[in-house]
């Protein structure tokens, strides 16, 4: 096997105190212990109405706060830009007063969040952890910032309708990055979920009525069948019985030792390197940047002469596409843990080779067909222009059955810590299958994820 193409991670050795200073404000600082109790909450009482409903509350108000004060610091930087370009102010006087207002609109982002973090491990717990139904749910242009409008108004009114009702529980969509379909989701005891779309009589009308309703009827059939017509493409839900390895346990030790010392570093299988900074106790940043370097560095050589593409990625990114894999507020941790996770506390690195897992894939009988990985400088520029959807992620070929291996799936290997022998098995279990697929592409529904995320 030939690879055309290396990601390598080169660090300066401020890079990581760049990063606590850049997002570990006084802001996110006084509002961590909040964000701890607000989950302890959502777990501890998932059972509970008034919890719930006066939890949801809490949280919606304080995120119409912080989008407020958001809005007033931007408006802070307009001013200070126009009175920069009159001279009313030094350049020295607006970079530092800019930063500033920067920072503090970092911060408020950062808080906002984590908030959607709390809310969204509620709804995988009230969906039961189904991936496909959940991922499908947030397949949907990203939902702005909750203002209060006559809309939010309405939501409101009928949010509260449904839990005074003895048996129904409920979810503000807007407080949720996975809900982007109708304003409220209604949860029966019985396991009935009703998406449920609040008019406020006025601003949505005609064609856009008529989308919503098309879009909510679809999903409704693809729920309840199994099956969908989905841009062009029959889409399936395939349950699975996987047994999922992690490495989570490995991730608490090394999280339990940087709590200790600051930061560590563990090195799993041949494939996967994590490491770990407690801001708390970040010091002299050459002290853990020698660290690092120094520990594993025999593996790093070995993977570097073997031009293996190695890719890192920071957890915080992974709050960014949160649709393609599980919250970290259901991460099988406590809640001072999955808080200090969220929030930038600690700092987790993954290094991932994906040649080592290219490799394990080639021992288990399957074929590398095309993959982005090997393209070339020239070929990747000339990809430019075409949708990332046509781009192969990863092909993979094994006798008569050849698959597109999707990026979210990969990803579970460095935000969720898949083991390489449970993604093969994933694959494997397609192919048992047999060739006669009459569906285009499946969303797995891992039935053991109920066992797994708290």
């Given at each position: 096997m030939k690879f055309t193409q290396r990601f390598s991670f080169g660090r300066t050795l401020d890079f990581r105190e760049k990063f606590f200073n850049g997002i570990w404000t006084p802001e996110v600082k006084y509002w961590r212990d909040v964000i701890e109790d607000y989950l302890f909450i959502s777990r501890k009482r998932i059972n509970n109405k008034l919890s719930m409903f006066k939890l949801?509350?809490?949280?919606?108000?304080?995120?119409?706060?912080?989008?407020?004060?958001?809005?007033n610091y931007k408006d802070n930087l307009i001013k200070l830009q126009n009175d920069k370009e009159g001279r009313l102010i030094s350049q020295e006087d607006y970079d530092s007063r800019s930063e500033f207002v920067k920072k503090r609109i970092n911060g408020l982002n950062i808080i906002n969040i984590s908030l959607r973090e709390v809310v969204d491990g509620i709804v995988?717990?009230?969906?039961?952890?189904?991936?496909?139904?959940?991922?499908?749910?947030?397949?949907?242009?990203?939902?702005?910032?909750?203002?209060?409008?006559?809309?939010?108004?309405?939501?409101?009114?009928?949010?509260?309708?449904?839990?005074?009702?003895?048996?129904d529980f409920a979810i503000l969509n807007d407080i949720s990055n996975f809900l982007r379909v109708g304003d409220i989701t209604r949860i029966s005891e019985d396991g009935t979920i009703e998406l449920i779309e609040v008019k406020s009589g006025r601003g949505k009308r005609g064609r856009r009525i008529a989308r919503q309703k098309q879009r909510m009827n679809?999903?409704?059939e693809f729920f309840n069948t199994g099956?969908?017509?989905?841009?062009?493409?029959?889409?399936?839900?395939?349950?699975?019985?996987?047994?999922?390895?992690?490495?989570?346990?490995?991730?608490?030790?090394?999280?339990?030792?940087?709590?200790?010392?600051?930061?560590?570093?563990?090195?799993?299988?041949?494939?996967?390197?994590?490491?770990?900074?407690d801001s708390r106790k970040v010091g002299d940043p050459k002290t853990y940047e020698n660290y690092f370097q120094k520990k594993h560095e025999s593996v790093k050589e070995k993977w570097d002469r073997n031009g293996d593409i190695v890719i890192p990625n920071l957890f915080i990114h992974k709050l960014r596409y949160s649709r393609n894999y599980i919250p970290y507020s259901i991460f099988p941790y406590d809640a001072d843990i999955c808080t200090d996770i969220i929030m930038g506390r600690l700092m987790i690195l993954t290094i991932i080779n994906f040649s080592e897992i290219f490799r394990s894939f080639?021992?288990?009988?399957?074929?590398?067909?095309?993959?982005?990985?090997?393209?070339?400088?020239?070929?990747?520029?000339?990809?430019?222009?075409?949708?990332?959807?046509?781009?192969?992620f990863l092909i993979i070929r094994k006798s008569d059955l050849t698959t597109n291996v999707p990026p979210g799936i990969i990803g579970m290997l460095q935000f969720e810590l898949l083991s390489i022998k449970t993604f093969i098995d994933i694959f494997e279990e397609l192919f048992s299958q047999g060739p006669d697929i009459d569906y285009d592409a499946s969303f797995i529904n891992f039935s053991d994820d109920q066992r797994i995320w708290k």
């Open positions: 949801q509350l809490n949280i919606l108000m304080d995120m119409i706060d912080n989008v407020r004060i958001i809005d995988w717990r009230y969906f039961k952890f189904n991936r496909p139904i959940l991922y499908m749910l947030a397949d949907k242009q990203e939902i702005g910032p909750p203002r209060p409008d006559a809309g939010l108004i309405e939501s409101l009114n009928q949010f509260t309708e449904i839990f005074l009702s003895p048996k679809e999903l409704v099956f969908s017509e989905y841009d062009g493409h029959t889409f399936k839900i395939n349950d699975s019985n996987i047994r999922k390895i992690h490495y989570f346990g490995d991730l608490l030790d090394s999280i339990k030792r940087a709590r200790n010392k600051g930061y560590d570093s563990t090195l799993i299988g041949n494939h996967l390197i994590i490491e770990v900074i080639k021992k288990a009988g399957w074929q590398i067909i095309d993959s982005v990985f090997f393209k070339s400088e020239d070929e990747l520029k000339e990809m430019n222009g075409r949708p990332v959807k046509n781009i192969p």
